[in-house]
């Protein structure tokens, strides 16, 4: 089994900054892609971003010069900074790992808001 601990999400003002962090414990072996997908009410789960092992990353078109993923292969620990926050970047993020399955994390609120 293996668990995914998430931090720092909150609240911060349109153009603010956060960091989120994904932290990996249990029966790893090898992590292939970290990554979060987030959710807005009424909205469907959306990818974010992700980095693979090697640290070729992806990003939504609607993150893209804003975000930045970056992982600690020794600590199995991911970690998303969010600059220049939109109101429409409010959401649950959700982390996740692909071992030889998906693990989830529980999800951390950001709220953009004046």
């Known amino acids: 089994q293996v668990q995914l601990v998430e931090a720092g999400g909150g609240l911060v003002q349109p153009g603010g900054s956060l960091r989120l962090s994904c932290a990996a414990s249990?029966?790893?072996?090898?992590?292939?892609?970290m990554g979060w997908y987030r959710q807005a009410p009424g909205k469907e789960r959306e990818l974010v971003a992700r980095i693979g092992s090697s640290g070729v990353t992806n990003y939504a078109d609607s993150v893209k010069g804003r975000f930045t993923i970056s992982r600690d292969n020794g600590a199995n620990t991911a970690y998303l900074q969010m600059f220049s926050l939109k109101p429409e970047d409010t959401a649950v993020y959700y982390c996740y790992v692909a071992t030889s399955r998906l693990y989830w994390g529980q999800g951390t609120q950001v709220t953009v808001s004046s």
């Open positions: 249990g029966s790893i072996f090898s992590i292939n892609v």
